[in-house]
C-alpha cells in the first residue's frame, strides 16, 4: 500500500507535471467508483422506500428500523398504527419504516 501511495505521489524527474496528472486521474477513477458503485445504488434504495411508504395501506406488512414486524392497522399524517400480535397495537412513525411487503400477512 505505502509503495502505491509513494508512486502516485512522485512526480517525473525531470519536473515535470506527469506526477500532477496521474495524481487528478486516480482521485477522478476513485470518485467514480464510489459515485457508481455506493452513492447511486443507495440513494436508488432510499427512493424505493420511501416510494413503498408513500404508497402502503391497511392490511400491508411492514418492518420498521427497530426490527419490529406488523401489519398497518390505521395511516396518518405522520404515523402508522401497526398491530405486532394480536391485540397489540403500536404506533411508529413513518420515517421509521424500511420495508413494505403489500398484501402479505
Request: charged letters at 25%; hydrophobic letters at 40%.
Amino acid at each position: 500500500m505505502t509503495i502505491l501511495f509513494t508512486f502516485f505521489l512522485m512526480g517525473s524527474p525531470d519536473g515535470g507535471d506527469g506526477g500532477a496528472i496521474i495524481n487528478l486521474l486516480f482521485l477522478g477513477a476513485l470518485f467514480f467508483v464510489f459515485y457508481f458503485f455506493i452513492i447511486r445504488p443507495q440513494s436508488k434504495r432510499q427512493k424505493e422506500i420511501q416510494n413503498k411508504v408513500s404508497e402502503m395501506k391497511k392490511g400491508d406488512k411492514v418492518v420498521t428500523g427497530g426490527g419490529m414486524i406488523g401489519v398497518v392497522n390505521s395511516i396518518d399524517e405522520e404515523t402508522v398504527l401497526l398491530e405486532i400480535d394480536s391485540g397489540v397495537k403500536a404506533r411508529f412513525q413513518k420515517s421509521s419504516i424500511t420495508d413494505v411487503n403489500p398484501g402479505k400477512k
